[in-house]
């Protein structure tokens, strides 16, 4: 037998191990249920502070908030550990099983909040509070010592019952939190009194470098290029220099990885200028290329058999060499794959 649930705090000896082992899919060991699919035999994790910031586990898919929470930074941070993307075809060990099933993305997850955390962050809590720093000395003229509250444990012993049950679905707007949550990087971008002159000008490693040193990652909002990224729901990864151009109208929105292949292949086009016959299937290639590394390592490496099994190998045999060498070496000299990257 083996536990179903595992309480993993400061307080169990050996707990950033099993943090560790939760993200690699071995907690309590590799579970049996299934020969052909790796996961581990414990499944739930109880926690108190140890898993929530500052941890990764891509392939979580429930989270479970079983107390309120105040603060927007930590309910980002919290709401953050299941927006990880992850393929679920990767944990499975039967190579012709994984053929036939191809990719398993991580399309969504639950949140369950028992204490409408949710709720309090669409509806309730004030983004525009401006909090004022306590009085120096108040907690001596209080006569507090810095013990800041009652010690002991409370014990209650009334009935504790889900008094409703509501799920809801969050689209690709986001939550409010996630808006806001950018609106304020926003607003800071566009107060400080020189980054857009910086930006007018064409100074941009000036200003990033700024942005990154005195900005992004700082205790006052704990603004990070992740949740940045996150808070805008777009398909690709946006880079900071996008961020900063929307915010000052430099650009009208942050176009989505179709849209910017489009723009590479027309650029393609009009240089190469594909037959007709050819043109469905260079496209193709050519988007592949870009976004699937591992056909772009079946074309680098010149493994042409592993062609049989991917999904753009068809394509690929339709086209001549020539256009196949061309289509290679144009994303090679011209296009930066990271801005592709999810």
């Given at each position: 037998?083996?536990?179903?649930?595992?309480?993993?705090?400061?307080?169990i000896?050996?707990?950033q191990?099993?943090?560790?082992?939760f993200t690699?899919?071995?907690?309590?060991?590799?579970?049996?249920f299934?020969?052909?699919?790796?996961t581990?035999?414990?499944?739930v994790c109880?926690?108190?502070?140890?898993?929530t910031?500052?941890y990764?586990?891509?392939?979580?898919?429930n989270l479970?908030?079983?107390?309120?929470?105040f603060s927007p930074?930590?309910f980002?941070q919290i709401?953050?550990?299941?927006?990880?993307?992850?393929?679920?075809?990767?944990?499975i060990?039967?190579?012709?099983?994984?053929?036939?099933?191809?990719?398993?993305?991580?399309?969504?997850?639950?949140i369950?909040?028992?204490f409408?955390n949710?709720?309090?962050?669409?509806?309730?809590f004030?983004?525009?509070?401006v909090?004022?720093?306590p009085?120096?000395?108040?907690?001596?003229?209080?006569?507090?010592g810095?013990g800041?509250?009652?010690s002991?444990?409370y014990d209650?012993?009334r009935n504790?019952?889900l008094?409703?049950?509501?799920?809801?679905?969050?689209?690709p707007e986001g939550?409010?939190?996630?808006?806001?949550y950018?609106?304020?990087?926003?607003?800071?971008?566009?107060?400080h009194?020189?980054?857009?002159?910086?930006a007018?000008?064409?100074?941009?490693?000036?200003?990033?470098d700024y942005?990154?040193?005195?900005?992004?990652?700082?205790?006052?909002?704990?603004?990070?290029?992740?949740?940045?990224?996150s808070?805008?729901?777009?398909?690709?990864?946006i880079?900071?220099?996008?961020?900063?151009?929307?915010?000052?109208?430099?650009?009208?929105?942050?176009?989505?990885?179709?849209?910017?292949?489009?723009?590479?292949?027309?650029?393609?086009d009009?240089?190469y200028?594909p037959?007709?016959?050819?043109?469905?299937?260079?496209?193709?290639?050519?988007?592949?290329y870009?976004?699937?590394?591992e056909f772009r390592?079946?074309?680098?490496?010149?493994?042409f058999?592993?062609?049989n099994?991917s999904?753009?190998?068809e394509?690929?045999?339709?086209?001549?060499?020539?256009?196949?060498?061309a289509?290679t070496?144009?994303?090679?000299?011209?296009?930066?794959?990271?801005?592709?990257?999810?």
């Amino acid at each position: 037998m083996f536990p179903f649930a595992i309480q993993v705090t400061s307080r169990i000896t050996d707990a950033q191990h099993f943090t560790i082992n939760f993200t690699n899919n071995r907690l309590s060991g590799t579970g049996n249920f299934n020969p052909s699919y790796k996961t581990s035999k414990t499944r739930v994790c109880v926690t108190v502070g140890m898993m929530t910031t500052g941890y990764d586990c891509p392939d979580i898919l429930n989270l479970c908030l079983m107390r309120p929470i105040f603060s927007p930074t930590d309910f980002i941070q919290i709401k953050g550990r299941g927006t990880r993307k992850y393929n679920f075809a990767v944990d499975i060990i039967d190579v012709p099983l994984k053929e036939q099933t191809g990719d398993k993305p991580k399309d969504n997850f639950k949140i369950f909040d028992y204490f409408a955390n949710c709720e309090y962050f669409e509806e309730k809590f004030n983004y525009d509070e401006v909090l004022k720093l306590p009085v120096k000395g108040y907690q001596e003229a209080a006569g507090g010592g810095g013990g800041g509250g009652t010690s002991g444990i409370y014990d209650s012993a009334r009935n504790d019952y889900l008094t409703k049950l509501q799920e809801a679905a969050v689209g690709p707007e986001g939550m409010k939190i996630d808006r806001m949550y950018f609106q304020r990087f926003e607003k800071t971008i566009i107060e400080h009194p020189a980054l857009k002159e910086q930006a007018e000008a064409g100074h941009w490693e000036e200003l990033l470098d700024y942005v990154e040193k005195h900005i992004l990652d700082k205790p006052e909002d704990f603004f990070t290029l992740e949740k940045l990224r996150s808070s805008v729901h777009v398909d690709r990864r946006i880079s900071l220099r996008e961020m900063i151009e929307k915010i000052f109208g430099m650009i009208p929105y942050f176009k989505t990885k179709n849209e910017l292949l489009d723009e590479e292949f027309d650029k393609f086009d009009s240089r190469y200028l594909p037959k007709e016959e050819y043109f469905s299937y260079a496209k193709t290639v050519f988007k592949a290329y870009i976004i699937d590394s591992e056909f772009r390592d079946i074309v680098d490496k010149g493994n042409f058999a592993y062609l049989n099994v991917s999904p753009y190998g068809e394509a690929f045999k339709k086209l001549t060499p020539e256009l196949r060498r061309a289509i290679t070496e144009h994303i090679k000299d011209f296009v930066a794959l990271n801005k592709f990257a999810a």
